[in-house]
């Protein structure tokens, strides 16, 4: 039955052309699935984990207790969570380093205004929710309830990555000479952010600007009060730092135990930080002199104002600002492209905006000239958003690079260009089932779980794969044709009758692939790999099947170059074989 459909297409001008019409518009449009969103690409997908951290960063100038308040808030939150097990909060230091943790600095942090929070969750197994939704859901809420306690704090939201370690999804950096221009374009460039789409957690990686108060001693006021410079250090030491003031022995401590003297947390915390919530402060605290009078400690001191000094950030021997954000259940390509469309636009009113040559970050960097000053910047793009790109990158290379290799591999076979155009034509034309599957998948994950399901670089690593399954197939109806016709079957009757007898084989490896992808495709990670050699096998096997086929009756070089082969090709020779005969012309 298959043998009489495939003569009847291979008879026909007109229907051949029907099936070339429908496989190039099968790929056509399955390649408009990428451009129409349809099918949305992503580094890797998230992946539900039993962990995730809030780190929590206040104001830079910002105490202790304002950080713990904020974080007390924090926790309260989370603690209505049934999913949660239990949780660890870090105050004034970053928590154990785990892999999220290596990569964004938690090491480094031991300011009074950083804290960090690990959740623990129950096992994921026996949650309904996956950690990333849970993420998804708490990140507006925790935020709207504790980020207005302190002016000036981030709460951001760490999962555990499921790709390359990197600083966050999208990282700008900014380099230029300017500290305040480099300031003021990053806060600039932050607020564009926070308008797209997707993107959370946004933060400008600097310190604040803004200022302390240095305590002098005046040593004149001193002298005439009767006073010593020691006296007035030590009071004010003592007080808000504390000291030794003396030992105490017991029988039961083999060292002396010192006895630490200071004034108790709350009457040492200083309300506001203005320079009155300081003079108040310290007029509280007195001396006597010898003569016996008490003099309040801010009539002999002086208070300067000193503006802070933010750290500086270099790179490559450059200054740079860092901005960074996380993407929210979505792929990182598109609010990227999106907010880099919005930074030009916004960013030209004030700069001079041109893209940066090259193609190691696919022009996406931009150079900055500001019009008045001639000052100039250089806006980079970082972070999992780069390591997307150079790894499609690459994968794309070594697809190009495994299609060249097969091409001349196939050509020093069979001696024809033809030949091998057709092998890799089939291999090629797998992607129609590879961007189908995904976007069938995609609508059936939103409609269960709400999530999208992308195309990743484990999905290009599956289609990757399928050229070799694909361009087997196409072999076996090629030799197989080839040892018809050199037995006098007519070219037509012979590639119907390679097709009917190659089927079977050709659909059992396909159903092989199948059963042994499917539970790859339930994975968070490879599920990419498992649909695109599933749904890729199928193409592949409705390609080979009627598609290759109709190229091979197009070319002459199928025919061995002998008398009878000739006479075959032209359309003469045997019309019909036995299927004991076709057994034992089997290659």
């Not at 090491?107 to 994921?124: G, P």
């Not at 306690?149 to 700008?172: H, Q």
């Not at 230029?176 to 990686?205: C, P």
């Not at 050199?486 to 009758?497: C, D, L, P, Q």
Request: one cysteine or more; hydrophobic letters at 45%; a neutral charge.
């Amino acid at each position: 039955m298959l043998e009489s459909f495939i003569y009847n297409i291979l008879q026909s001008k007109k229907k051949k052309r029907i099936v070339i019409g429908l496989v190039l518009f099968a790929l056509m449009a399955s390649i408009a699935l990428i451009p129409a969103k349809l099918v949305l690409a992503k580094m890797l997908p998230g992946k539900s984990a039993n962990t995730f951290t809030v780190y929590v960063d206040t104001a830079t100038d910002s105490s202790v207790l304002q950080t713990k308040e904020v974080t007390t808030c924090v926790v309260n939150e989370l603690k209505k969570e049934e999913g949660i097990l239990n949780m660890e909060i870090f105050l004034g230091q970053g928590a154990p380093l785990d892999y999220a943790g290596l990569v964004k600095g938690s090491a480094f942090k031991q300011m009074q205004n950083q804290a960090e929070i690990v959740i623990n969750l129950t096992d994921k197994h026996h949650r309904p929710e996956a950690s990333f939704m849970m993420v998804h859901r708490l990140r507006p809420q925790v935020q709207k309830v504790c980020g207005w306690m302190v002016p000036g704090t981030t709460i951001k939201f760490i999962e555990m990555p499921s790709g390359p370690p990197t600083l966050a999804t999208i990282v700008v950096n900014l380099f230029g000479e300017n500290h305040g221009l480099t300031r003021y374009t990053a806060e600039k460039v932050a607020k564009i952010m926070k308008k797209t789409e997707g993107l959370a957690d946004i933060e400008i990686m600097q310190d604040d600007f803004y200022t302390r108060y240095e305590v002098v001693p005046d040593k004149e006021k001193i002298m005439r009060s009767g006073l010593s410079v020691k006296q007035v250090n030590d009071i004010l030491y003592m007080a808000f730092k504390g000291v030794i003031v003396a030992t105490k022995n017991s029988r039961n401590q083999q060292d002396q135990i010192p006895i630490f003297v200071r004034l108790s947390e709350e009457t040492r915390t200083i309300q506001g930080n203005s320079k009155d919530d300081l003079i108040w402060k310290l007029s509280t605290l007195k001396l006597m002199n010898p003569m016996g009078m008490m003099i309040p400690l801010k009539e002999i001191v002086e208070f300067k104002a000193i503006p802070s000094t933010p750290a500086i950030f270099r790179k490559d021997l450059r200054n740079m600002t860092t901005i960074t954000a996380e993407c929210d259940l979505v792929s990182q390509v598109y609010p990227l492209l999106e907010t880099r469309d919005m930074m030009i636009e916004a960013l030209r009113e004030e700069f001079n905006v041109t893209k940066v040559p090259g193609m190691s970050t696919f022009m996406f960097d931009l150079n900055l000239e500001h019009k008045k000053t001639g000052e100039k910047l250089l806006l980079q793009f970082d972070g999992e958003m780069k390591v997307s790109l150079d790894t499609f990158r690459d994968l794309g290379g070594a697809f190009i690079s495994a299609l060249i290799l097969m091409f001349l591999l196939i050509v020093v076979y069979y001696k024809s260009f033809a030949l091998s155009g057709i092998v890799l034509a089939g291999s090629f034309l797998s992607i129609i089932g590879v961007l189908f599957g995904h976007m069938i998948t995609d609508f059936v994950a939103l409609y269960l779980t709400g999530v999208n399901f992308f195309l990743t670089a484990t999905s290009l690593i599956g289609f990757i794969s399928l050229m070799g399954i694909s361009a087997r197939s196409s072999l076996l109806l090629i030799d197989f044709s080839r040892s018809l016709i050199s037995n006098g079957i007519e070219k037509k009757r012979a590639i119907a009758i390679s097709v009917a007898t190659r089927a079977k084989p050709i659909v059992m490896t396909t159903v092989a692939i199948i059963l042994g992808s499917a539970l790859l495709a339930t994975d968070p990670i490879f599920g990419g790999l498992g649909i695109a050699l599933i749904f890729g096998s199928l193409a592949a096997t409705v390609v080979s099947l009627f598609f290759i086929p109709v190229l091979m009756d197009n070319v002459a070089a199928l025919c061995p170059e002998s008398v009878m082969d000739v006479q075959a090709c032209a359309g003469g020779g045997i019309d019909h074989l036995d299927e004991g005969e076709i057994e034992e012309i089997a290659p």
